[in-house]
């Protein structure tokens, strides 16, 4: 009896909002993480900063494509064979929730001992820019889930390309 009570409340939501709330916490961390650390290099070192945090987007691209891309790819690939009806928070599994409270505490912990600077600044920009770009896998793998009958029609992408260029003329 219990637990069916506990299954009746339970937040459950579909895997396509799973997907949805995987992307967007990739998406938004990675950009917060990206302007806080673009903002600290420009701060700390002003235009000769310029080369530095471009080496570190290079270095948050790389890590995108040869790590995160193929852990988002895993995510993805659990939260559609686990199918409708989990638990909301169950985007990520526990293991993955707690590698972001530890990661979240680590980056406390460094503000905390050295304070906010262009040296973090670029393990910040690197870190968001690698979490962004590979935020378009978690995303692209919603669209397919969802697929084209599952957009609402004021999105105007069932419309002929022509007639949604000229639709404000």
Not at 57 to 81: C, F, N, P, Q, Y
Not at 92 to 111: D, E, I, Y
Not at 144 to 169: D, I, M, V, Y
Request: aromatic letters at 8%.
């Amino acid at each position: 009896m219990q637990e069916s009570v506990l299954h009746r409340l339970k937040p459950a939501a579909s895997a396509g909002v799973h997907l949805l709330l995987a992307a967007l916490l990739w998406s938004v961390v990675g950009t917060v993480l990206a302007i806080f650390g673009a903002r600290w290099i420009w701060l700390d070192w002003g235009w000769p900063g310029t080369a530095a945090g471009l080496a570190a987007v290079a270095i948050g691209v790389a890590k995108s494509r040869w790590i995160l891309d193929r852990a988002a790819a895993r995510m993805a690939t659990r939260i559609a064979e686990r199918g409708d009806g989990r638990c909301i928070g169950g985007f990520l599994s526990w293991k993955t929730w707690l590698l972001v409270a530890l990661m979240s505490g680590s980056g406390r912990l460094l503000r905390f001992l050295v304070g906010a600077n262009g040296f973090i600044g670029l393990l910040y920009l690197a870190v968001g820019v690698a979490l962004v770009r590979s935020s378009r896998v978690l995303w692209r793998e919603r669209g397919r889930l969802l697929g084209p009958a599952e957009l609402p029609a004021s999105a105007g992408l069932n419309r002929p390309r022509t007639e949604r260029r000229n639709r404000g003329r």
